[in-house]
């Protein structure tokens, strides 16, 4: 469970977001908030990144403190060649936009499809206007086909 003063724990997972702009961006901030309303033992850092420091960045977390990391698509095809393992989505998309690391590994995966496709599913959703327009993969989920 995450504490109350937001502190972090050897217990605590850690995950980077990997951004150009990460700290003008409010997805660690609602991330949070959603990891300490369901007490999940987490926390996302913004990590600004410029792309001629992105390959070093990666590369580095194998040895980091990071269990993971989410990528902001100007950095998901790059990213994509320079994780150890990746999975079948990853790989037939030519991109990830999740790295996990493990033993010194990292592993490539596509979260944001499965988990828009997931909350689209949902008896409870609403607007799936709103859900297109919220993620560049929508066109990718509903037309098999890349920008």
Do not use: W
Not at 31 to 36: A, I, Q, R, S, V
Not at 45 to 52: E, H, K, L, T, V
């Amino acid at each position: 469970m995450m504490n109350n003063d937001n502190s972090i724990t050897v217990e605590t997972k850690l995950y980077g977001y990997i951004a150009e702009e990460a700290h003008s961006s409010r997805f660690s901030v609602t991330l949070n908030k959603l990891y300490k309303g369901n007490e999940i033992n987490a926390m996302i850092i913004p990590m600004n990144i410029r792309p001629d420091d992105v390959a070093f960045t990666i590369s580095q977390m194998r040895t980091s403190k990071l269990n993971g990391a989410v990528l902001s698509s100007e950095y998901q095809e790059e990213a994509l060649l320079l994780v150890d393992h990746a999975s079948m989505e990853a790989s037939e998309s030519g991109y990830c936009d999740f790295i996990t690391i493990e033993n010194g590994k990292l592993f490539g995966d596509l979260i944001m499809p499965r988990a828009l496709t997931e909350y689209a599913d949902r008896g409870d959703f609403q607007d799936d206007i709103a859900l297109r327009s919220m993620c560049q993969y929508i066109y990718d989920l509903t037309t098999g086909e890349r920008e």
